[in-house]
């Protein structure tokens, strides 16, 4: 059972485009919502991070929109760039009692043309 | 300050084999989680050790077995290589406790041939 379900699989937009990778869960006890870019040949890195008591988070050109009701959330990159193009995995965990566990959806192969 | 490190970076293995991949945690971190990602999918998580004791485990079979040392450096051993274990193995980690960021490492490239 796929709990963290990622959409879409791969997204293609221009430089300066404004690309949105959407998340959706199941498990209503999770409680931490990052998001990672990984390059091919390396491991993840974290880029933001998200709690259900916010409804959005910006760092930078990132920015996370939660929806806690739907249990719904995104990623939008403002501005985007070349050197944006990686893989994006959104994850969630229930850090509640000191769990640690992230589960992570199928990644968006996202292309940033020039 | 260094961040979580892992070794070897890639590695070739017969079935049957047995392999032993290494991690040591980002400076401060106590707690550290081993991911399975194949090619093309998401990290799925394999277990997670504090105190030197593992204290959750993903759906991976017994093969599949780890170690954490006083100083917080860990250990993935996995006995009896299948084709299947074929992935990239990631180390992760963190400090005990609610609210603690997630870091992981550049990873190990297994190949079982």
């Known amino acids: 059972q796929q709990q963290v379900k990622q959409s879409p699989q791969s997204l293609i937009v221009q430089k300066g485009g404004i690309p949105i990778i959407n998340c959706a869960y199941e498990?209503?006890?999770?409680?931490?919502f990052p998001w990672y870019q990984q390059f091919p040949g390396k491991g993840p890195a974290l880029l933001i991070a998200i709690r259900p008591d916010v409804s959005e988070k910006k760092e930078g050109r990132f920015t996370i929109s939660f929806n806690k009701s739907a249990k719904q959330f995104s990623l939008h990159i403002m501005d985007s760039q070349p050197g944006d193009s990686a893989t994006y995995f959104c994850?969630?965990?229930?850090?509640?009692?000191?769990?640690?566990?992230?589960?992570f959806g199928k990644g968006t192969l996202l292309t940033v043309n020039p | 300050d260094a961040g979580v490190t892992q070794s070897p970076t890639h590695l070739i293995k017969t079935r049957g084999q047995q392999v032993t991949l290494r991690c040591s945690p980002k400076s401060g971190h106590d707690t550290v989680s081993w991911y399975q990602q194949a090619l093309g999918q998401g990290p799925q998580f394999i277990f997670q050790?504090?105190?030197?004791?593992e204290r959750q485990r993903g759906n991976f079979p017994d093969r599949f077995s780890g170690h954490q040392f006083p100083n917080y450096s860990s250990e993935l051993n996995v006995n009896a290589l299948l084709l299947g274990d074929s992935a990239l193995y990631l180390c992760a980690s963190t400090g005990w406790g609610i609210g603690n960021t997630i870091y992981f490492g550049e990873g190990s490239w297994l190949t079982v041939v």
């Open positions: 050790y504090y105190e030197e004791e």
């Open positions: 498990n209503t006890a999770f409680d931490y």
């Open positions: 994850a969630a965990s229930q850090q509640g009692g000191s769990n640690y566990k992230l589960t």
